[in-house]
């Protein structure tokens, strides 16, 4: 299997989950950190609006194995966090996120990739 790039950070994907199945983690988290369906299903709209993005990708998600993968963990679960912390989530619930999917990488990597998410979140 030929690992396809992020489309953010253009790195090869090696854990290939589509956007879709990600944010049923997400909303599972949610879920159990009893956050009301109405703001759930809000959250998980503006997070599902800003990540919608057409690829040519190939490979099939692993879990539904219907859509076809366009971001990496990492990327994904960064914007993300963003997006809760624009929401006004408190730090003990980012930090409960960060615990949750561990998606942090090491220094040098993360100051990579953080450059290509602000390129792509300023566009």
């Known amino acids: 299997m030929n690992a396809e790039n992020c489309l953010i950070c253009l790195e090869p994907i090696t854990n290939p989950v589509c956007v879709t199945c990600y944010l049923k983690e997400l909303y599972a988290w949610m879920q159990g950190l009893r956050i009301k369906e109405v703001p759930r299903s809000v959250i998980m ?5 800003k ?7 190939q490979t099939k998600c ?6 076809n993968i366009t971001l ?7 914007i993300s966090e963003r997006i809760l912390k624009e929401l ?13 999917f561990n998606y942090h990488l090491t220094e040098e990597l993360e100051t ?8 792509f979140w300023i566009n």
């Open 51 to 57: 990540l919608d993005l057409d690829c040519n990708n």
């Open 45 to 49: 709209g503006i997070i599902k609006r």
């Open 112 to 119: 990579e990739r953080l450059n290509n998410i602000k390129e």
């Open 88 to 100: 006004n989530f408190s730090e003990e619930l980012i930090e409960n996120f960060n615990e949750i």
């Open 72 to 78: 990496c963990s990492y990327c994904f679960f960064s």
């Open 62 to 67: 692993i879990f539904c194995k219907k859509e």
